[in-house]
């Protein structure tokens, strides 16, 4: 994507997270729409992975679980700050990004794929076995967001927080697509081999977008938890990075605001299925298969391509 | 302490049969394909409930065990039909998620049919726990080895002896130069993932006595089979075999000796030590990549 | 001194021997070509002289510094560049992205800077662009400036890999067939600008099948045949070797 069409994106994406409360009719609108909001900041870190760097994770959900009950477990438990929590938990789940992401990082495809899915499970399990530090599968609640004494608290307070969160996580991703790493991290998915030609360390490369897209995920857990009050341990679970990837790959890759679509369209969906709960898994399955079948490339970028040919171009 | 043990032993043998039939239905299908199909888990989940539901309907176990089967051999061929031939050609990410789209859709409809609860089968031989060496063995348990052993025995002679299983490994081993002596690579696809069907089912049918029909277990279950395939080596199915029992007898042993809590990361710890230290397994060999 | 060199330097696949006890030495702007019939070894030797196999036996000189196994990236870093036989475009990114990954190791490519896009950095990309289509223009695919990698056709193609490769300012660049599934308006092309890069100061080794090219363009020729050296010399010395006319040019050529 250019930069100008980055730059509309970014106006369009604001103007919209602006005006879409005008068509909110109550506080749960606006409680759907921040859950939304959360899950595509995630989304736009994964697809740095999936999309940019043609990498696979099906254990990103770890990684937000870890942020999520980082600021749980050092806001109600050890009195930390709010924002200190967020800090030490991102670089915590950096940290531990790195130390996995480089032996893992060498796999590639199905083998990478099951290497992370075995992450994301046993993070899962530790959270739910450990509830003298978690709480166990009944979760923990999680103290108020506060900033300088001001608390943070509320459908709307959190709506304008997290669409801000948004808004700043997409211009990021753009910064990077398009600038030296950017298009280091893209060259790795080209060609790895014509990459390290050119000088790209690929491996560290690969580590490097393993370990951003594992930040932005434990930074959108804690806000989570903090928004939620209250965290579990299937924020973690295998169900929950599985939509993650279904959201970023639905949505298109190799794009922050489709991402964000697959974001927003996956967090409405159980909505329009509201009294059809049961249905759910049966249509998250055939919208996954349905994707990868029909639209390959994703919502976002075949919506584009028809558009290109209806007007001729 | 060493009847516990041999306890451990038996528990172990017995989960680690129904790996090892979910890990050779990975490798079967990997090897028609590169695929690695995780809806295994819920060919054994349909296999159990299908029959647990038949038997209390009425019908006698040993036909309604057949049916299951039967049905889920279907469930399998028709999962290949509609969702991976139409998607051949696409990368590896896009198939991972339409297998994994269509573990989660099956286990959908699966809950939509049965429901969530636990749905019983009665045992095969009786519920009396048959005395072995001190420690005490389950009836079910001899079934589920005696049984796996058959199938795997089967299954050899199938690969071995038939001409179609014989054109089934020469398309694993070199899809092209099989198709120029016309074998047909999508009738052995359909067939690779109705026998993955099968062996899943069968497990199914064999466990749910001991562990309880119920919609969620397939996910566990594939995946702690595929840690078996991966384990003894992706593609190959001895490997499998021993990978399985492997896994199966590690879960019993740190379950009862360490901590039972951690029973189910196991499987997961082992597969990310085998993808990290040696990724092609106890029985695989080292791919060369040509540039 | 030569800038490349190789001593005794031998691959084997599994019993296979792609290189065998290979000596020669590439001048400093020179066009050095290497020829042999398929199979000869030629695209295993640039991968050991690039980092991406390890020899068997023997070493890689350059610049009189022991390169022999090191890796790729680093090897970029000192000053070599290449293209690929069978094409490595990222057809992920556009025509003037691929030039610019070229020039990755001149940029500032740490990642704060980037991903806050810093003025430095933004600067430092608006030149670079410009510079790439300068590239572009200076390999003849000036006009595909604005186009996505994946609609060029097969010839501008094998020129934006050397566009990409000279990109990186290399000291030595190595070229695997560059005219290969070219006709021979655009071989004769490729031809005439591989002498503008050299006359540029870079020194060039080529692989290629192209024997009236070869004659014409290159200063030295080595000839390989079943991974040893057979001949090497100028390129008349070469022709009038009998040993390569019955290798390689065929008997009574």
Same mark, same amino acid.
């Given at each position: 994507m250019s930069k100008r069409?980055?730059?509309?994106?970014?106006?369009?994406?604001?103007?919209?997270?602006?005006?879409?409360?005008?068509?909110?009719?109550?506080?749960?609108?606006?409680?759907?729409?921040?859950?939304?909001?959360?899950?595509?900041?995630?989304?736009?870190?994964?697809?740095?992975?999936i999309g940019y760097a043609g990498q696979i994770s099906l254990g990103h959900a770890g990684f937000f679980a870890l942020g999520a009950y980082g600021s749980a477990i050092l806001t109600s438990r050890y009195g930390l700050p709010s924002l200190a929590a967020l800090a030490?938990?991102?670089?915590?789940?950096?940290?531990?990004?790195?130390?996995?992401?480089?032996?893992?990082?060498?796999?590639?495809?199905?083998?990478?794929?099951?290497?992370?899915?075995?992450?994301? &499970? &046993?993070?899962?399990?530790?959270?739910k076995t450990e509830s003298w530090l978690t709480g166990g599968p009944d979760g923990m609640a999680v103290d108020t967001f506060t900033v300088f004494g001001l608390a943070v608290d509320g459908d709307r307070a959190w709506y304008w927080v997290c669409g801000g969160l948004l808004v700043i996580a997409v211009w990021l991703s753009c910064n990077l697509v398009n600038s030296p790493v950017g298009r280091a991290l893209r060259a790795v998915h080209g060609s790895e081999v014509a990459a390290q030609v050119a000088g790209i360390d690929t491996a560290g490369t690969k580590v490097l977008v393993f370990v951003v897209s594992a930040v932005f995920a434990s930074l959108a857990g804690g806000v989570f938890a903090h928004k939620s009050g209250m965290v579990t341990p299937d924020i973690g679970g295998f169900f929950h990075s599985i939509e993650l990837v279904t959201m970023v790959v639905l949505g298109g890759m190799a794009s922050a605001f489709g991402a964000v679509a697959g974001a927003v369209i996956l967090t409405l969906l159980p909505q329009f299925l509201a009294g059809f709960e049961d249905y759910e898994a049966v249509v998250l399955g055939a919208v996954m298969m349905g994707t990868m079948i029909f639209l390959p490339k994703g919502l976002l970028p075949s919506l584009k391509a028809q558009v290109k040919r209806r007007m001729g171009a | 302490m060493a009847a516990q043990l041999l306890q451990f032993l038996f528990a172990g043998l017995t989960s680690g049969a129904i790996y090892a039939l979910a890990?050779?239905?990975?490798?079967?299908?990997? =090897?028609?394909?590169?695929?690695? =199909?995780?809806?295994?888990?819920?060919?054994?989940?349909?296999?159990?409930?299908?029959?647990? @539901?038949? @038997?209390?309907?009425?019908?006698?176990?040993?036909?309604?065990?057949?049916?299951?089967?039967?049905?889920?051999?279907?469930?399998?061929?028709?999962? %290949?039909?509609?969702?991976? %031939?139409?998607?051949?050609?696409?990368?590896?990410?896009?198939? #991972? !998620? !339409? @297998?994994?789209?269509?573990?989660i859709f099956l286990r959908g409809l699966a809950q939509l049919a049965w429901g969530k609860g636990f749905h019983t089968l009665p045992a095969f031989s009786g519920e009396v726990p048959l005395a072995v060496l001190g420690a005490s063995l389950m009836p079910q348990s001899l079934w589920v080895l005696g049984v796996s052993l058959a199938v795997i025995v089967l299954l050899w002679w199938f690969f071995n002896r038939t001409l179609f299983g014989k054109?089934?490994?020469a398309t694993s081993h070199n899809r092209l130069a099989a198709e120029l002596v016309g074998i047909a690579a999508k009738r052995v696809l359909l067939a690779a993932f109705a026998l993955s069907a099968l062996l899943g089912a069968v497990g199914g049918v064999v466990v749910a006595p001991i562990t309880f029909a119920n919609t969620e277990a397939g996910i566990m279950l594939g995946l702690k089979g595929f840690a078996a395939a991966v384990l003894g080596g992706l593609g190959n199915g001895f490997g499998a075999i021993v990978g399985g029992l492997a896994v199966g007898v590690a879960e019993a042993l740190a379950a009862g000796t360490l901590s039972s809590a951690y029973k189910d990361a196991i499987a997961f710890i !082992?597969?990310?030590?085998?993808? !990290?230290?040696?990724?092609?397994? #106890?029985?695989?060999?080292?791919?060369?990549?040509?540039? | 001194? $030569?800038?490349?060199?190789?001593?005794? /330097? $031998?691959?084997?696949?599994?019993?296979?021997?792609?290189?065998?006890?290979?000596? *020669?030495?590439?001048?400093?702007?020179?066009?050095?070509?290497?020829?042999?019939?398929?199979?000869?070894?030629?695209?295993? /030797?640039?991968?050991?002289?690039?980092?991406?196999?390890?020899?068997?036996?023997?070493?890689?000189? *350059?610049?009189?510094?022991?390169?022999?196994?090191?890796?790729? $990236?680093?090897?970029?870093? /000192?000053?070599? $560049?290449?293209?690929?036989?069978?094409?490595?475009?990222? *057809?992920?990114?556009?025509?003037?992205?691929n030039v610019m990954v070229g020039h990755h190791l001149h940029l500032d490519h740490r990642f704060l800077p980037s991903l806050f896009r810093l003025p430095a950095v933004a600067r430092a990309d608006r030149a670079l662009k410009e510079r790439s289509a300068e590239l572009m223009e200076f390999v003849g695919i000036g006009d595909c400036?604005?186009?996505?990698?994946?609609? /060029?056709?097969?010839g501008a193609l094998k020129r934006l890999e050397i566009a990409r490769a000279l990109a990186a300012k290399p000291r030595l660049l190595l070229l695997d067939e560059p005219a290969a599934g070219l006709n021979p308006t655009e071989a004769r092309a490729i031809d005439a600008m591989i002498q503008k890069v050299a006359a540029s100061g870079v020194t060039v080794v080529l692989v290629e099948h192209d024997m009236k090219m070869v004659m014409g363009i290159s200063d030295h020729i080595l000839v390989l045949d079943y991974g040893r050296k057979l001949a090497e010399g100028t390129p008349v010395e070469v022709r009038a070797n009998p040993l390569v006319v019955e290798a390689y040019l065929g008997v009574g050529a």
């Open positions: 069409s980055h730059r509309y994106g970014l106006i369009g994406l604001t103007l919209v997270v602006a005006l879409a409360p005008l068509g909110f009719r109550n506080a749960y609108f606006y409680d759907v729409a921040t859950n939304a909001m959360i899950q595509a900041v995630v989304c736009v870190g994964l697809n740095l992975l030490v938990s991102a670089a915590a789940v950096g940290g531990l990004a790195f130390l996995i992401g480089r032996p893992i990082l060498k796999l590639a495809g199905h083998t990478l794929a099951m290497a992370t899915l075995g992450i994301g &499970i &046993i993070i899962h399990i530790v959270l | 890990g050779l239905g990975f490798a079967i299908i990997y =090897n028609a394909s590169g695929v690695i =199909n995780f809806a295994q888990g819920e060919f054994i989940m349909i296999g159990g409930m299908a029959a647990a @539901t038949l @038997t209390a309907s009425g019908m006698p176990l040993p036909l309604a065990a057949l049916v299951a089967v039967a049905g889920t051999m279907l469930v399998g061929m028709a999962l %290949e039909k509609l969702a991976i %031939e139409p998607a051949r050609d696409s990368d590896t990410v896009s198939v #991972i !998620i !339409i @297998t994994i789209g269509a573990s054109a089934m490994l !082992i597969i990310l030590a085998v993808l !990290i230290f040696r990724p092609q397994g #106890i029985f695989g060999r080292k791919k060369v990549d040509r540039v | 001194m $030569s800038l490349l060199r190789v001593q005794t /330097l $031998s691959k084997e696949f599994g019993g296979v021997h792609a290189i065998e006890d290979l000596d *020669f030495a590439v001048n400093p702007g020179t066009i050095h070509s290497i020829i042999g019939p398929n199979g000869a070894g030629k695209t295993t /030797l640039f991968n050991l002289i690039t980092g991406l196999y390890r020899p068997s036996s023997g070493r890689v000189l *350059f610049d009189g510094a022991d390169v022999t196994g090191v890796k790729p $990236s680093r090897l970029a870093a /000192l000053g070599i $560049s290449r293209t690929f036989q069978n094409l490595q475009i990222f *057809f992920n990114m556009t025509a003037i992205e400036v604005g186009a996505e990698a994946s609609e /060029l056709p097969y």
